[in-house]
DNA sequence: CTGTTAGCGCGTTCAC
DNA sequence: GTGAACGCGCTAACAG
């Protein structure tokens, strides 16, 4: 900076006037410091910008699992709406793990990040601490934590698995398998619930023993389906946690030979872009994951601009339920009916496209 | 800081010792330091430690497409190797965009990243040039430029196609179509190099009217496909240049009724983790992407450390072919033999878990 | 072993 | 309109 002021003949203030585009500079001088600063090829340093102004335009975004689409696509959105506002995002993958997930917060707080958008490893907001205690802007996304009283954007995980639990019910299945995630987050709680809810409001005794925790990750889900039909559990469907844990659950009926859905029928949470070409297509809860990152994006900002500093807020997003084959609700009617009870169910069409369903509560 | 310092009865240097970690400190010292930090909750200040050292600790990561698997599962690998290292990690998402590519090189170089990985999305290192005019250590990934001197690590394309293509005409294809990404890309001119290279070494006329280019995305290769078919080309297999290219023909063929790989075969480059379960089970040329990343991590924080200063290194890693079910290798005699000419190929068995596959050329 | 001092590169008062 | 001077929070060099 000091050269650039030296080359234009001015003081390192005019430099900085003419960069931060503040106060006033004749235009002259501005036209002769814009060519220094070219021909020195001369980059501010943000780092000091940052000291001083305790600003340093970067938003962090802590997720748990990088490969999996539901969270890099919430990402796209955070990033669309942050670079949209002159915000860089900072991805940290923090693999379900609430030890790296507190390295990332302790590392990018003494990064003097501006916010935080988070979708918790742990049951409790222990490992943001820092950033209450410091009163960093934090909005939660997906999942709710105890002990964090801050914005929130997350779907309807209770009322969704409702619906798709409803929905196997209404083909007619009675012996429906639960292959939940992980029982430390919100997410597994609140679908385990809709899941419960769903049969006992259908009248129908829930099977502790269909219902099993564990990760969230393929191989797993595919070890406790095995269990499963190893003990020779009768079960004419299976609900998985998430997309992932529907792949564990195929492979392991796959593996047996078993038909889908003809025989088991299996739906899942959250879409993938590929879930309309795995085989069988997968019937799905999709989530809006991109709206989910620009809303949590927006709430972020408005707190880091000071624009709004009330209470606060939490962004629920509604579901919705994708009809494709594995339910197998478009067999032909002698298939589907596994009770003698074959109800119509209204068909959702799959269609392509996010729309943007937001319902704010609260 | 300065409280920590008061509050432990010593001086900032200290404290700073304390930290860092460097220098001598008493046992009893070092104690109160400690609980001073603890009590008042003190994180240190990144950015002014970095503007004191001009080294920031973050290495960026530029990839052209987030959402892709390939790309996160390199985020992936190059993350570990970092960590490990005491770095964090930046992602930028690029977005197959040069001057979002550019956008992100000014931003980062100015918040004095201490090196890059980056995918590049042009053909043209020009966007870099910020980099190599400050000395900032570079690694590229997967993509050659023009105009770029220094450490790459990418997969080798050309022999790779070479092999995928071969695989085809050994099952009998004869009109094979050609579906590639965006020719701005080396990736892409070497997919099509090997593929031309494979057809001429069997005596295959090049048929121009079955190879097409254009992006990297789904909906890009469903159209294109869309065309060939409405056309009526007669043609008995696909090769698509990545994954979600095969995804889009996949549909194509879908909604036009054509069975797979019954009537049309298909096979890609590049696997992805769901790629076992799409229907038909894809055949495909899978590069070591978690390798990939932790290689180009390790030559670039070599770099950054000084502990290598030679001329530049390439790192060519060999992908290797996974025979599934959409390339009908499995298909009974009759079924495949499309020329008279049913050659026996050696069955490569689909497995899990990546191989390191390294081989250092130059 | 510990304190003092001098900047790192920038933004921001103040005078002029 | 512009420049001089100060300090953001930290570390490196030196002195003690």
Same mark, same amino acid.
């Given at each position: 900076?000091?050269? &650039?002021?030296?080359?234009?003949?001015?003081?390192?203030?005019?430099?900085?006037?003419?960069?931060?585009?503040?106060?006033?500079?004749?235009?002259?001088?501005?036209?002769?410091?814009?060519?220094?600063?070219?021909?020195?090829?001369?980059?501010?340093?943000?780092?000091?910008?940052?000291?001083?102004?305790?600003? =340093?335009?970067?938003?962090?975004? %802590?997720?748990?699992?990088? &490969?999996?689409?539901?969270?890099?696509?919430?990402?796209?959105?955070?990033?669309?709406?942050?670079?949209?506002?002159?915000?860089?995002?900072?991805?940290?993958?923090?693999?379900?793990?609430?030890?790296?997930?507190?390295?990332?917060?302790?590392?990018?707080?003494? =990064?003097?990040?501006?916010?935080?958008?988070?979708?918790?490893? !742990?049951?409790?907001?222990?490992?943001?601490?820092?950033?209450?205690?410091?009163?960093?802007?934090?909005?939660?996304?997906?999942?709710?934590?105890?002990?964090?009283?801050?914005?929130? &954007?997350?779907?309807?995980?209770?009322?969704? #698995?409702?619906? %798709?639990?409803?929905?196997?019910?209404? %083909?007619?299945?009675?012996?429906?398998?639960?292959?939940?995630?992980?029982?430390?987050?919100?997410?597994?709680?609140?679908?385990?619930?809709?899941?419960?809810?769903?049969?006992?409001?259908?009248?129908?005794?829930?099977?502790?023993?269909?219902?099993?925790?564990?990760?969230?990750?393929?191989?797993?889900?595919?070890?406790?389906?095995?269990?499963?039909?190893?003990?020779?559990?009768?079960?004419?469907?299976?609900?998985?946690?998430?997309?992932?844990?529907?792949?564990?659950?195929?492979?392991?009926?796959?593996?047996? !030979?078993?038909?889908?859905?003809?025989?088991?029928?299996?739906?899942?949470?959250?879409?993938?872009?590929?879930?309309?070409?795995?085989?069988?297509?997968?019937?799905? #809860?999709?989530?809006?994951?991109?709206?989910?990152?620009?809303?949590? #994006?927006? %709430?972020?900002?408005?707190?880091?601009?000071?624009?709004?500093?009330?209470?606060?807020?939490?962004?629920?997003?509604?579901?919705?339920?994708?009809?494709?084959?594995?339910?197998?609700?478009?067999?032909?009617?002698?298939?589907? =009916?596994?009770?003698?009870?074959?109800?119509?169910?209204?068909?959702?069409?799959?269609?392509?496209?996010?729309?943007?369903?937001?319902?704010?509560?609260?």
């Amino acid at each position: 900076m000091r050269d &650039v002021a030296r080359r234009a003949g001015v003081s390192t203030a005019t430099v900085s006037r003419v960069i931060s585009n503040n106060g006033y500079v004749s235009a002259e001088t501005r036209r002769r410091v814009d060519r220094a600063i070219k021909d020195l090829a001369y980059v501010p340093n943000a780092l000091a910008r940052g000291l001083k102004t305790q600003r =340093s335009g970067i938003v962090a975004l %802590l997720i748990p699992e990088i &490969v999996n689409s539901f969270y890099t696509t919430v990402c796209r959105g955070a990033e669309d709406v942050a670079n949209a506002a002159g915000f860089q995002v900072l991805v940290g993958n923090t693999d379900e793990d609430v030890a790296k997930e507190r390295a990332y917060v302790e590392l990018m707080t003494s =990064s003097q990040v501006d916010g935080f958008i988070v979708a918790c490893a !742990g049951h409790s907001a222990r490992s943001l601490r820092p950033l209450t205690t410091l009163q960093i802007p934090t909005v939660l996304i997906d999942r709710k934590v105890d002990g964090f009283a801050g914005d929130i &954007v997350h779907g309807d995980n209770v009322a969704g #698995m409702i619906q %798709l639990t409803h929905h196997l019910i209404a %083909l007619g299945h009675r012996r429906i398998a639960f292959v939940n995630g992980n029982l430390e987050t919100s997410v597994a709680r609140d679908r385990e619930t809709g899941f419960r809810h769903a049969l006992i409001e259908a009248g129908i005794a829930v099977a502790e023993d269909l219902i099993s925790a564990g990760t969230w990750f393929i191989d797993d889900a595919e070890t406790r389906v095995s269990t499963l039909l190893d003990r020779r559990r009768s079960l004419s469907a299976i609900v998985a946690a998430n997309n992932f844990m529907a792949i564990g659950a195929l492979r392991a009926l796959r593996r047996r !030979g078993i038909q889908v859905p003809e025989t088991v029928a299996i739906v899942c949470y959250d879409d993938i872009e590929v879930a309309a070409e795995i085989d069988p297509f997968l019937t799905v #809860m999709a989530q809006p994951a991109y709206t989910m990152g620009t809303l949590a #994006m927006q %709430l972020l900002l408005e707190r880091i601009g000071g624009k709004y500093n009330g209470p606060p807020r939490q962004v629920v997003l509604a579901p919705r339920l994708l009809v494709r084959r594995s339910c197998g609700a478009q067999l032909p009617i002698g298939l589907i =009916s596994r009770n003698g009870n074959t109800q119509a169910e209204p068909i959702v069409t799959a269609s392509d496209g996010e729309r943007r369903q937001t319902a704010l509560t609260d």
